[in-house]
């Protein structure tokens, strides 16, 4: 073979070999530069201890770590996120399983089935149907019945249950003005559903027929009555003038002889003895 075309074949070679070896350096560059993905939920509360948030706690760090686990990092930056997202007496009581996982053993799993252990409650369900049976609409508005009514459903697991049940069990919590009415329908539908949009048609009805509230002012003025009316201008005329009592004047006095007392005010008596109808009070002689 030519010695020119064996070398040109072998430098053919050695460069292909480069351009592989460029290739592959250039994807660790770019796996190394790659940005992280941002993450789309909020960090959750963190777990304080009270067994009552713990079923709103569960499904909030499982739904952080299935959307963003990417984004949180591998399995180790996981199993501390999750140790992070509990209060400082919850990691105490899982330290010691912190303190003897190793570099293979990282699972945030482990924790959370821990957690379950101890404050997840095994008959929630069962009381949650108890209570579901039990609740009843009272003086509740329609909208706050049906809101309690769909959520204790719900942790009762009861969304798969038979329409006609779930029907029943809401019908039977309704007030008795709303099953009164519910009774006086012919055709009621078998779907739960519409089962509960006719029931909220009907407590719409029930309200826009109500009569309008009275006012204490209005009765109080219907009880006084209209100044124009004639029974009210009855009642309320001028009063009588008050009768005067006249007393005889004794023959002794003959001023007051001379000029009897005709009225109570001194214009009624003459000019010349105006005194005369205070010298007839003062005697005890009129009232």
Same mark, same amino acid.
């Given at each position: 073979?030519?010695?020119?075309?064996?070398?040109?074949?072998?430098?053919?070679?050695?460069?292909?070999?480069?351009?592989?070896?460029?290739?592959?350096?250039?994807?660790?560059?770019?796996?190394?530069?790659?940005?992280?993905?941002?993450?789309?939920?909020?960090?959750?509360?963190?777990?304080?201890?009270?067994?009552?948030?713990?079923?709103?706690?569960?499904?909030?760090?499982?739904?952080?770590?299935?959307?963003?686990?990417?984004?949180?990092?591998?399995?180790?930056?996981?199993? $501390?996120?999750?140790?992070?997202? *509990? /209060?400082?007496?919850?990691?105490?009581?899982?330290? @010691?399983?912190?303190? !003897?996982?190793? %570099?293979?053993? $990282?699972?945030?799993?482990?924790? *959370? /089935?821990?957690?379950?252990?101890?404050?997840?409650? @095994?008959?929630?369900? !069962?009381?949650? %149907?108890?209570?579901?049976?039990?609740?009843?609409?009272?003086?509740?508005?329609?909208?706050?019945?049906?809101?309690?009514?769909?959520?204790?459903?719900? %942790?009762?697991?009861?969304?798969?249950?038979?329409?006609?049940?779930?029907?029943?069990?809401?019908?039977?919590?309704?007030?008795?003005?709303?099953?009164?009415?519910?009774?006086?329908?012919?055709?009621?539908?078998?779907?739960?559903?519409?089962?509960?949009?006719?029931?909220?048609?009907?407590?719409?009805?029930?309200?826009?027929?109500?009569?309008?509230?009275?006012?204490?002012?209005?009765?109080?003025?219907?009880?006084?009555?209209?100044?124009?009316?004639?029974?009210?201008?009855?009642?309320?005329?001028?009063?009588?003038?008050?009768?005067?009592?006249?007393?005889?004047?004794?023959?002794?006095?003959?001023?007051?002889?001379?000029?009897?007392?005709?009225?109570?005010?001194?214009?009624?008596?003459?000019?010349?003895?105006?005194?005369?109808?205070?010298?007839?009070?003062?005697?005890?002689?009129?009232?």
């Amino acid at each position: 073979m030519d010695p020119v075309q064996t070398a040109i074949a072998e430098l053919q070679v050695e460069l292909q070999r480069q351009r592989d070896e460029i290739t592959f350096l250039r994807s660790i560059i770019s796996s190394r530069t790659a940005t992280k993905p941002k993450p789309s939920l909020p960090d959750p509360e963190k777990f304080t201890g009270q067994a009552f948030k713990f079923d709103t706690w569960l499904p909030s760090i499982r739904a952080k770590l299935r959307v963003d686990g990417e984004a949180i990092g591998d399995a180790i930056a996981q199993f $501390y996120y999750v140790y992070l997202n *509990l /209060d400082s007496q919850v990691q105490a009581m899982v330290l @010691p399983q912190l303190s !003897q996982v190793d %570099e293979t053993s $990282y699972d945030y799993h482990t924790i *959370l /089935d821990q957690l379950i252990r101890v404050y997840d409650n @095994p008959n929630k369900v !069962q009381e949650a %149907e108890d209570k579901l049976y039990a609740l009843k609409q009272g003086t509740d508005s329609l909208h706050v019945y049906t809101a309690k009514f769909e959520r204790v459903l719900y %942790e009762a697991r009861g969304q798969d249950w038979p329409d006609v049940n779930k029907i029943s069990t809401f019908r039977n919590g309704l007030n008795s003005t709303l099953r009164n009415r519910l009774a006086q329908q012919l055709n009621l539908p078998s779907k739960y559903s519409d089962f509960v949009r006719i029931v909220q048609q009907l407590a719409g009805r029930s309200s826009s027929s109500l009569p309008p509230p009275t006012s204490h002012n209005n009765n109080h003025h219907h009880q006084q009555g209209d100044p124009m009316e004639l029974n009210h201008i009855a009642t309320t005329s001028t009063p009588q003038r008050k009768q005067v009592v006249r007393k005889r004047v004794p023959a002794n006095i003959p001023a007051l002889q001379a000029y009897p007392y005709e009225g109570e005010e001194d214009d009624d008596w003459p000019e010349e003895v105006r005194d005369g109808p205070d010298l007839a009070r003062m005697l005890g002689y009129t009232d």
